[in-house]
């Protein structure tokens, strides 16, 4: 079965520095993957995705996530943090073969000014 | 405007009664899901749905029915609520199962329910 874990729960960085969120994925085959942004109260937005191809993935809000498939690893990064990326961070995994999509268990990232 | 639409937003249930929360898309997308999102779980999958007419289990699907009776409505039940069964669930639909995998699909989400049972 896949699954998805996040080590980080909550995360503290400082407006401006470098950001890395950890996500470690368990599947036989190659998995689909997927970081989700959520704001405070409100629903889930894709970041970016990584089907295939590339293994380093531009997504929005000046994000991207690299794909090793020898660590089982999708972790999210971004040069410098602005104090709007304050959030809940989630790595997904979504395969074709089981038609599901799961999510870890979520990152809360907070930035001080 | 195109999206996903949940209903209620809110609701405070008594425990013991029927409850079904509602789910509609108007994105023509095959495939559905229901979450429910809960401090230090995350969003755990209830059930899900490739297309209409068909439903699968996800990770935590007991105590909970949906039914996919066409394309763009994907009702989720509670048959008789008890208090663990608070929490916010979210519905999301992709073009595609398994989140969408094409480049050009994603999964889309609601704005979430939020449930109390008491």
């Known amino acids: 079965a896949q699954s998805v874990t996040q080590p980080d729960i909550h995360i503290t960085v400082s407006e401006g520095a470098s950001l890395e969120l950890r996500c470690n994925y368990s599947?036989?085959?190659?998995?689909?993957l997927f970081w989700y942004v959520q704001s405070p109260g409100q629903g889930l937005q894709l970041l970016l995705k990584?089907?295939?191809?590339?293994?380093l993935v531009q997504g929005i809000k000046g994000f991207e996530a690299e794909f090793k498939r020898s660590q089982s690893s999708f972790n999210l990064r971004k040069p410098s943090v602005h104090w709007s990326d304050a959030a809940e961070y989630f790595c997904?995994?979504?395969?074709?073969?089981?038609?599901?999509?799961?999510f870890g268990t979520g990152t809360r990232l907070q930035v001080f000014p | 405007i195109a999206g996903i639409t949940q209903a209620p937003t809110s609701q405070i249930l008594a425990a013991g009664r029927r409850m079904t929360l509602r789910c509609t898309q108007d994105?023509?997308?095959?495939?559905m899901y229901w979450y429910r999102q809960d401090l230090g779980l995350g969003l755990r999958l209830i059930h899900y749905?490739?297309?209409?007419?068909?439903?699968g289990k996800g990770e935590v699907p007991d105590g909970y029915s949906v039914s996919r009776a066409n394309t763009d409505d994907f009702p989720l039940t509670l048959a008789s609520a008890v208090p663990s069964q608070t929490s916010v669930y979210f519905c999301?639909?992709?073009?595609?199962?398994?989140?969408?995998?094409?480049?050009?699909?994603?999964?889309?989400f609601g704005q979430g329910t939020r449930l109390t049972v008491v």
């Open positions: 599947y036989g085959a190659t998995p689909y």
């Open positions: 999301a639909s992709s073009d595609s199962p398994g989140g969408g995998t094409t480049d050009d699909t994603e999964a889309f």
């Open positions: 749905s490739n297309t209409a007419g068909t439903t």
């Open positions: 990584y089907f295939s191809g590339d293994t």
């Open positions: 997904a995994v979504g395969t074709v073969n089981t038609d599901k999509l799961i």
């Open positions: 994105m023509r997308h095959n495939a």
